[in-house]
């Protein structure tokens, strides 16, 4: 008995495909090695040059900003700077020793006169040598100076026997500074 | 090839280039992304830089057009005045001088000394290398004036020295009361003459 002759194409034909090889795996692990390859050669040959380039041209806006204004103008404008800084600070610290005597003119009481005066403005300090007809003009003088809220100390130095009827004492008063910088009279 | 071999090959074939994207990825990719990196830090910080000078910049060239304007100029000219650039000794000796005799003060002799210079800047900020301290020392000239004359000429000449246009400072002053019959008191002034250092 013959047989079929669908059965005789089917057993002349080959197998279309060799049994044994695992096409698939091999796709699957060549697409990973080939996409790995791929980004590490777009990293280092198309994204870090790009980088590169962004990078220098930043460094020479930066190059070009620092030619822009030349060492020598760098220095004048320094010193300009430094002379504008020192000249605000100074005036700050500045004091206006004549209010001073306008304080002093306006709390000596009328019997007293002054035979010796100095000042020190960096201890905001003044030492007089003051003279009075009697002992009552030199305490009121004292209790005048000790009760001026400017004040911050008297130190009282002593007073001597009358000469010709004048006693003379000396004091050495220290000041607030605000006296001699906002003029606290 | 028998199938058992085509299947060992395979296998084998695929384990390599497993192991090859993995040492793909190990020493090409990795160091690459660590490159990319500083560099992209770098670029955010130049940017920053850039960001930075350019506000600087637009402030100094306004500076440097105030600077160099007729009023900046007038006004240079103002604060050197005030605070000269060096000791000026003759423009201090005249300035002195005119005070005292504008104020019908008798002049009787003046000594000059020099004192070391100090910063007035903050202390507390330390220099960065590359960095430049803008605010330079001053130096100060002590200058002792000895003048005679009445109280109300002492009393202009101080009102002179607080206008004056170079800054003084009255450091210290002593005087005491004149000779019997004379109304003429002898006055000691110590004063300072502030001046901007000159740094080479």
Not at chain 2, 77 to 104: E, F, T
Request: no cysteine; glycine share 6%.
């Amino acid at each position: 008995m013959a047989l079929p002759q669908k059965a005789i194409e089917q057993l002349s034909r080959e197998p279309a495909k060799t049994p044994g090889w695992s096409s698939r795996a091999l796709m699957f692990t060549g697409t990973i090695f080939f996409l790995s390859l791929a980004i590490w050669l777009g990293m280092r040959f198309g994204y870090q040059p790009l980088l590169e380039r962004q990078d220098a041209e930043l460094q020479s806006t930066i190059d070009q900003f620092k030619k822009k204004v030349s060492p020598e103008r760098q220095t004048e404008l320094i010193g300009y700077y430094s002379q504008l800084y020192n000249l605000k600070t100074l005036l700050k610290q500045n004091k206006q020793v004549s209010l001073v005597f306008n304080w002093l003119e306006a709390h000596t009481i009328t019997r007293i006169w002054y035979s010796k005066f100095s000042l020190d403005s960096g201890k905001n300090q003044i030492i007089l040598t003051a003279n009075a007809r009697s002992l009552n003009d030199v305490t009121a003088q004292l209790a005048a100076f000790e009760n001026l809220p400017e004040i911050t100390a008297v130190n009282f130095t002593g007073t001597s026997a009358p000469r010709d009827g004048v006693y003379s004492f000396g004091v050495t008063i220290s000041f607030d500074p605000k006296l001699v910088t906002t003029g606290t009279q | 090839m028998k199938q058992a071999t085509k299947r060992f090959s395979s296998m084998l074939l695929a384990l390599g280039l497993i192991l090859g994207a993995g040492i793909v990825y190990a020493e090409l990719i990795v160091p690459t992304n660590v490159d990319l990196q500083e560099i992209k830090v770098q670029i955010a910080a130049k940017n920053l830089v850039i960001q930075t000078q350019q506000a600087v910049i637009t402030k100094v060239d306004k500076a440097i057009q105030d600077f160099e304007s007729p009023e900046g100029k007038h006004f240079q000219d103002v604060i050197s005045g005030a605070l000269p650039i060096g000791p000026n000794y003759a423009g201090a000796l005249a300035h002195v001088v005119g005070m005292v005799q504008a104020s019908d003060l008798t002049f009787q002799s003046a000594s000059f000394a020099e004192s070391s210079p100090r910063s007035l800047a903050p202390a507390n900020k330390a220099l960065r290398p590359g960095e430049t301290e803008l605010v330079r020392p001053i130096g100060s000239l002590k200058i002792q004036v000895q003048a005679s004359g009445s109280y109300a000429e002492l009393k202009e000449f101080l009102r002179t020295l607080e206008q004056s246009l170079r800054l003084f400072q009255l450091e210290s002053m002593t005087f005491t009361t004149p000779e019997k019959g004379s109304a003429t008191y002898t006055y000691n002034i110590a004063l300072v003459a502030p001046y901007q250092k000159i740094v080479q």
